[in-house]
């Protein structure tokens, strides 16, 4: 299975602040604790993590050492909450990692959980008690995203992305609104794409999946299968003349519009 990029990992993380803080939750914006935070993360990248701070620094991690210095962080980490007492369903003496925690920046440091104090998703900006971190297993901490290119290569028929197609090409350094750029690619209704409310199924002339992306060229937060049905919210087009639709599954996220047609 495909690895989490630690930008879609982000992304997810990030788009919880705010939400309510319940135990346990339903791992959404109607309630959320701080494990739930990371099943929901996972879920929307089409993975599973199990439910619980001490399971997931026992099973779902590796590199767990004691947290002393920011210097030994980096984004994507998990961080976690410490007491000495071993709870009783585990027999290891290594204690109760209690509280779990994702480090969305390290300069200036952003540790996004869902807090029962606070009563919500929040942020912390120092180590605090945060006592241990480690590596989610999960998760791509390397370079960036190619996929995006896969994606160019599946509105060709799954052939070769065309040669003068570069990652850097593609990035969405500047964005217009659909409807209003002349560089709408040929063949496809600006306004049909990105209609609000209306139903889209996800196609592709290869492949089994689409990416979702947390922005147009961004990072990858999920795959849906072909087939899937979505509502559009609104579309871009991109710098290199690329359309997107904002979309609404069990989350929301961005496609390229070659992917998506008319649903009834």
């Given amino acids: 299975m495909a690895k989490i990029s630690v930008d879609g ?23 959320i604790d701080c494990s739930g ?5 996972y879920r929307r990248a089409g993975q599973r993590i199990y439910h619980g701070s001490n399971t997931i620094a ?5 590199k767990l050492e004691p947290l002393t210095s920011v210097k030994q962080l980096q984004r994507g980490m998990a961080v976690f909450k410490w007491n000495p007492n071993t709870p009783s369903k585990f027999s290891d003496g290594r204690g109760d990692f209690q509280h779990v925690g994702v480090v969305t920046r390290t300069n200036p440091l952003r540790i996004v959980h869902a807090s029962s104090a606070a009563g919500k998703v929040v942020a ?10 480690a590596y989610l297993d999960a998760v791509d901490y390397g370079g960036g995203d190619m996929g995006i290119l896969e994606d160019i290569a599946k509105m060709f028929g799954g052939g070769q992305t065309p040669a003068a197609t570069t990652q850097t090409d593609l990035q969405p350094t500047t964005m217009t609104d659909l409807g209003t750029s002349p560089s709408v690619p040929a ?3 600006p306004q049909q794409a990105g209609e609000i409310g209306a139903t889209r199924i996800v196609t592709a002339a290869s492949g089994n999946t689409v990416r979702v992306r947390e922005a147009p060229g961004g990072a990858k937060i999920a795959e849906l299968p072909l087939g899937t049905r979505v509502t559009a919210l609104g579309g ?15 989350a929301e ?8 047609k008319g649903g009834v």
């Fill in 253 to 260: 996220g961005w496609m390229m519009s070659k992917f998506l």
């Fill in 124 to 133: 912390d900006s120092k180590l605090g008690k945060w006592k241990w971190c």
């Fill in 187 to 189: 063949g496809t209704s």
């Fill in 37 to 41: 935070l990371l099943v929901y993360a």
């Fill in 9 to 31: 990992l982000i992304a997810s993380v990030e788009s919880a602040m705010g939400w309510p803080y319940v135990s346990p939750g339903t791992n959404d914006s109607r309630g």
């Fill in 236 to 250: 871009k087009v991109d710098r290199s003349g690329v359309e997107w639709t904002k979309i609404r599954y069990e």
């Fill in 58 to 62: 026992r099973k779902y991690v590796h």
